[in-house]
């Protein structure tokens, strides 16, 4: 497993975790979550990201059972809703995400998104005293642009922001024009979620390229040159950068199996060229 330093901190996160978006939804998967967590968490998987939005809670009371006996071996990363971001309301939440996950302390809170009611001041200072409390030991934030990252970090003093988790995949790259650079100038680790992309829908955004299409073909070709499925040269290419993990979603052992070869081993310049070429920033 590689790993990768979060931010300036000195800890080191695995680069490929375990995200779990739509976990908690559905009473009859439960067990099959569970269990895909002890398994990835078993085979050096143990960043695990949820959020206190992901199934009304449901996710972290997955991960909660989980993790209840192997807590120290895990580095855990929930994020607080926007609709929560007062000073009062993130303390709350805060307590509530510890019952569900069933634990004392949150390695890494973020901000879900920017708030539309809330002030990032009145977010920070309540996350400040989240780590004051020892609740908390470190603060990021989730879909954030430069300023609004840039205005977190101004209150909440000392304390650093190390985190930024935004999408991030061959077809959205938009990171990288400012974001990126700006990132790794201040020590922000990016958590990019998503890797395969979304799935299409009446918005346009694109999931990931289809079989017989023009750009899976390239990636399959790739692919094979390195023995490997065109989702490894995806989620290989994502975490080639220094500054970047990511957090796929896998439900099952042969899923967690597959992320885990798209680890140590690494492209060429000419299979760099070729994403670029067919996956413009």
């Known amino acids: 497993m590689q790993y990768r330093k979060l931010g300036n901190t ?3 996160i695995p680069v490929i975790g375990q995200g779990t978006w ?19 968490i078993s085979n050096g998987l143990n960043l695990i990201d949820t959020a206190e939005e992901y199934g009304d809670g449901g996710a972290e009371k997955i991960v909660g059972q989980a993790i209840h006996d192997i807590r120290s071996d895990v580095f855990l990363v929930t994020k607080v809703s926007a609709n929560n971001c007062s000073y009062k309301g993130v303390l709350g939440a805060a307590e509530a995400s510890l019952e569900r996950l069933k634990t004392d302390y949150i390695d890494l809170y973020l901000q879900h998104w920017p708030s539309k009611r809330y002030g990032v001041a009145e977010t920070m200072e309540a996350m400040a005293e989240l780590v004051k409390k020892g609740i908390v030991r470190y603060i990021g934030v989730s879909n954030f642009s430069i300023p609004l990252m840039q205005e977190a970090q101004s209150h909440l003093g000392s ?11 061959l077809h959205d790259r938009r990171i990288e024009k400012e974001i990126l650079p700006y990132s790794k100038d201040n020590g922000i680790t990016i958590m990019g979620y998503s890797p395969f992309g979304f799935a299409p829908h009446k918005f346009g955004r694109k999931g990931f ?11 399959d070709t790739i692919g094979s040159k390195y ?12 975490v080639r950068q220094e500054s970047i993990v990511t957090i796929p979603k896998a439900v099952s052992k042969e899923h967690i199996d597959d992320n885990i070869k798209a680890l140590d081993w690494e492209l060429d310049k000419e299979d760099l060229d070729q994403i670029k070429n067919y996956f413009p920033q």
Not at 211 to 216: A, D, F, I, K, T
Request: charged residues 30%; positive net charge; contains cysteine.
């Open 159 to 169: 304390i650093p922001l190390v985190c930024n988790q935004l999408a991030y995949h």
């Open 227 to 238: 023995g490997k499925t065109a989702y490894q040269v995806a989620m290989n290419w994502i």
């Open 209 to 219: 390229p289809q079989v017989g299409s023009l750009e899976r073909k390239i990636l």
């Open 10 to 12: 000195g800890v080191y």
């Open 22 to 40: 739509k976990y908690g939804e559905d009473r009859r998967k439960e067990k099959d979550e569970i269990k895909a967590l002890r398994y990835g």
